[in-house]
């Protein structure tokens, strides 16, 4: 059962900052926000997470809202080499990771 | 960071063969390890957990019996796909987590490329 939404592609111009919007609104209070992507024919590559607070590193930064209902996965300056499908995934520390569809990001010279 | 390394990388196989595929985790120990496969422009489906020293758990509608695993060591957790037909031409990933206490986070291998013939 997915917890997440998540439009299913996008585009994104090459040095622009890329914006990945997720929806959660069913997530619990002891549950994180993780993104994860996968390059194709690649195995996933963890991003980033957050509890509450807002979180950045060197790959990205994640904005939640204040409800935690919702977060943004950014990019700051995409390259192609950022072209990948990213999930949002919600869970606890322990739960297994279950994978939705995704977004499907390309970046566009 | 941690490395999750998957052998082979790709294999092909006749149909009715069995093909082991091998995941490790190279610097951490895992008592946990998870299989997942990913068919063309799908996302992955979560197989089974591999448990150190006991039986796989196995997600609904996985054939446990077809996919077997084996979590012998710490550090080693295989997936035998027996009798492989072409129907089970698949990627297959598989994951491991590293950590304790609030913060687990889960490393995957670069996956199997299985093609049945």
Known sequence: ?109 | GAVVSQHPSWVICKSGTSVKIECRSLDFQATTMFWYRQFPKQSLMLMATSNEGSKATYEQGVEKDKFLINHASLTLSTLTVTSAHPEDSSFYICSAPRGAGDYNEQFFGPGTRLTVL
């Open chain 1, 1 to 109: 059962d997915a917890k997440t939404t998540q439009p299913p592609s996008m585009d994104c111009a090459e040095g622009r900052a890329a914006n990945l919007p997720c929806n959660h609104s069913t997530i619990s209070g002891n549950e994180y926000v993780y993104w994860y992507r996968q390059i194709h024919s690649q195995g996933p590559q963890y991003i980033i997470h957050g509890l509450k607070n807002n979180e950045t590193n060197e790959m990205a930064s994640l904005i939640i809202t204040e409800d935690r209902k919702s977060s943004t996965l950014i990019l700051p300056h995409a390259t192609l080499r950022d072209t990948a499908v990213y999930y949002c995934i919600v869970r606890t520390s322990y739960d297994k990771v279950i994978f939705g569809p995704g977004t499907s990001l390309s970046v566009i010279p």
